[in-house]
């Protein structure tokens, strides 16, 4: 399925805004979306693997979710929710080269650019790291 829309999911107000753009990107290029959600699996094991279980089962509640929505407002959109034990920004940007994608949407959380540059924010990432087009939406006020 080369040249997907990529969006990066992870449930958030952020996250939903950039849904209902990616939706409408993919139908106007004629492209799958692909809905991801990116965690960073614990080698460790224990209580930790625990966690991380809950946060892939916490994951795949949202792309399913996602991807019910996105069927939702149109159709025709060929939608495939993924969770990908990998970091977020790395989640994306090797689900994009996967997928031969066009452009990778994310959702902005809100914070000054300063705040996401010390944070690592997943947007300002992905800025500086992806070698397709990345789109930022604004979380709605």
Known sequence: MAGDVV???DGSAGAQSALGVA???ARALGAPLAIVFGYEPNPMGGETSDFQNQLKRLGE????AAATEARRLDRDVIVEPIVVGRRPVDA???????R???LI????MGEL???GAILGSVPHKLLHRSRIPVLVVPRPD
């Not at 994306?92 to 996967?98: C, H, W």
């Not at 949407?105 to 902005?108: D, E, K, M, T």
């Open 61 to 64: 509640g949202f792309v399913h």
């Open 23 to 25: 939706v409408t990107l």
């Open 105 to 108: 949407v994310v959702g902005s």
């Open 7 to 9: 969006l990066g999911f």
């Open 92 to 98: 994306l940007l090797e689900t994009a080269t996967e």
């Open 113 to 115: 650019p300063i705040v």
């Open 100 to 102: 031969a994608a066009r």
